[in-house]
């Protein structure tokens, strides 16, 4: 698995290209039951990279990636996840549908720009600092294959709740 797996910035690097190629389909997707078909897999798929992301990627990441940028990461990753359990639960005439998903796709643009950006981003700092990325891959790879399979059999609440990393403050 390990000498087959990609390195860890490769394979998240291939989710956010394969995640914003679903945001066009759903674009270019006429239709609320074809639209709403694509919606779910854009959720199932950032379910599962938000989860290997918050437990192995972003853990390997402490120490050697400015905590400010982490912490960042992770209250990006719970805004998005409340948009994402809100199209899951939305029904066949929210009429907020698109907008919502047109929402969540800048969200998720902007969250992949801190990542990828070049030098000061959060996989440039990681790879600068020396995280194994090879091994980590090989680790990323092994979660996605077991997250998506939970996922089919499971369906996305486990996983929603699984997910919520940041604490919220007690009035
Ligand atoms: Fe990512
Ligand atoms: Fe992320």
């Known amino acids: 698995m390990a000498d087959t797996?990609?390195?860890?910035?490769?394979?998240?690097?291939?989710?956010?290209?394969?995640?914003?190629?679903?945001?066009?389909?759903?674009?270019d997707a006429s239709g609320n039951a074809a639209k709403r078909k694509i919606a779910e897999r854009i959720a199932g798929s950032l379910i599962v990279h938000t989860r290997i992301e918050n437990e192995i990627f972003y853990p390997a990441c402490e120490g050697k990636v400015e905590e400010a940028d982490l912490k960042e990461a992770y209250v990006e990753h719970d805004a998005a996840n409340v948009l994402i359990a809100e199209i899951l639960a939305s029904t066949k005439g929210d009429e907020f549908a698109e907008a919502k998903v047109k929402v969540l796709k800048e969200e998720i643009e902007h969250h992949v720009g801190e990542e990828e950006?070049?030098?000061t981003g959060i996989f440039s700092q990681a790879k600068r600092h020396g995280v194994d990325m090879d091994a980590l891959g090989a680790k990323l790879a092994d979660a996605k294959t077991r997250?998506?399979?939970?996922?089919?059999?499971?369906?996305?609440?486990v996983h929603l709740a699984a997910l919520k990393k940041t604490k919220v403050a007690a009035a």
Do not use: C, I, Q, S
């Not at 998240?12 to 389909?25: G, I, N, S």
């Not at 997250?147 to 609440?157: I, V």
């Open 147 to 157: 997250y998506e399979a939970e996922l089919e059999k499971d369906g996305p609440e």
């Open 5 to 27: 797996a990609p390195d860890a910035v490769t394979l998240l690097k291939e989710d956010h290209r394969a995640v914003e190629k679903l945001f066009k389909e759903y674009e």
């Open 117 to 119: 950006r070049w030098l």
